[in-house]
């Protein structure tokens, strides 16, 4: 059984700063000891992550930079005998067709212990190859995503020096900051809507539904609340604060669903608000739309409404118990249309927080595990898996069904961010946006924003 502390409230002792690994060799040609794990080698011009392109694992994939996502084509692991491996150790940093002339160009190879496969980081960061003496360049000193890497005569510049960094190749500590946001920056539970203006509302956890709005999704503003004057509707559930409200858009009209609970029980409810502005205040009650009790064996919180490839509108929830579920949606009145209710993901540990996206053909499935609203002592952290049907099934990039534990993490606690989670996704001008929120060390909860990446398999990256 789930024990919910206040979400609003929660604080903890900070966690110990994941360290990261900075590999440096001295002298200029010795090759430094095996790495007992893969790291992330970084460019010191562009901040992005030397990378196998397409995190492609066939031999002969072009080497290029991306930014970091801790994919295993970033993951790498200089060997005591010069060989830099990827993947688990099965691919390996070659110079193509054993060229030693500048501008030769890096893919990755299966390992053959061959010189043209054999490189020494010196002390600068510069990493050299033996056979050649050429250094592991940045083609031009490119900066953006998708710049070609090859051999060039060692200068000391930016392009040719790469700093190691612990958590490459699936370790979270390779995973981006949270990207700049400023002014109103307290948030739990984040969702977004992008209005007609071009200006954003969010809307959070907390008494009466906090909102906040900006124009740039940088700068945020307190907005007041959606139910200022309380919900008494929902005192059946709880007398407390809301949670993990869902904002959406439709027909002229802003679409809130949020969930009343006790601590610690599955007595909840699920319910929808509709306003005409989305401003304070205008929020009309609508009605329950799903609660469950201590028997019901799921709980009726955390949801997110998704319209599917053929215009109908589903609701995923779930928080613990038996996992999240999907239900469909009547889009005349935003309620639960029928008895229908899909299982789409499960976990012996904690689960929660759905959010799904449709892109290219995929419905992928963005859910939260671990432990929420522990302060810098929580362990919450962002998985996803896809489906080409929106009732499942979902699976992950190792293709284990998320109904029976899958999912591929995407974003996890590391250095003096803690615990993110409760994602919800945007598709917005510039791609898509992941909104959530994390902890300080000090326990105190702020909104999270990073652009997401899709590699060449189409999954999901935060960058």
Known sequence: MRTRP?????RALAL???????????????????????VALVSAQSGRCLDVAGNDANPGAAIQIWDCNGVPGQGWTLTAAGELRAFDGTRCLDALNWGTAPGTALISWSCTGGANQRFAQRADGAIVHQQSGLCVDVTNGRTANGSPVALWTCNGRDNQRWTSVAGGGGGGTSYPGPGVVTGSTWA??????????????????????????????????????????????TAAHTMGDLWAPDLSYRDGQYWLYYSASSFGTSNSGIYLATSPSGNAGTWTNRGLVVSTTSSSGYNAIDSDLVTDAQGRLWMSFGSFWSGIKLVPIDPATGLRSGTAMHSIANRSAGIEAP???????????FVSFDR????AQSTYRVAVG??????????????????????????????????????????????????????????????GINLLGWDAAGWPYVR
Not at 407 to 425: D, K, N
């Open 188 to 233: 739990h539970d984040p969702t977004v809507v992008k209005r007609p203006d071009g200006s954003y509302l969010v809307a959070t956890t907390g008494r009466g539904i906090p909102l906040k709005t900006s124009r740039d999704r940088t700068a945020w503003t307190d907005a007041g609340a959606a139910f200022p004057n309380g919900t008494p509707w």
């Open 6 to 10: 206040s979400r609003t409230r929660a």
């Open 372 to 375: 929420c609203c522990q302060g």
């Open 386 to 447: 896809r489906s080409t049907s929106i009732t499942g099934p979902y699976v992950d990039r190792a293709g284990v069904a998320m109904t029976n534990g899958g999912g591929t993490e995407i974003l996890a606690g590391r250095g003096s961010v803690h615990g993110p989670g409760h994602s919800a996704t945007l598709r917005d001008t510039d791609g898509d946006v992941l909104f959530y929120h994390w902890y300080t060390d000090a326990g105190d909860s702020r909104l």
């Open 355 to 365: 959010d799904i996206l449709y892109r290219d053909g995929y419905y992928y499935l």
């Open 16 to 38: 110990a700063a994941a360290t990261a690994l900075v590999a440096a060799l001295a002298g200029t040609t010795s090759a430094p000891p095996a790495q007992a794990a893969p």
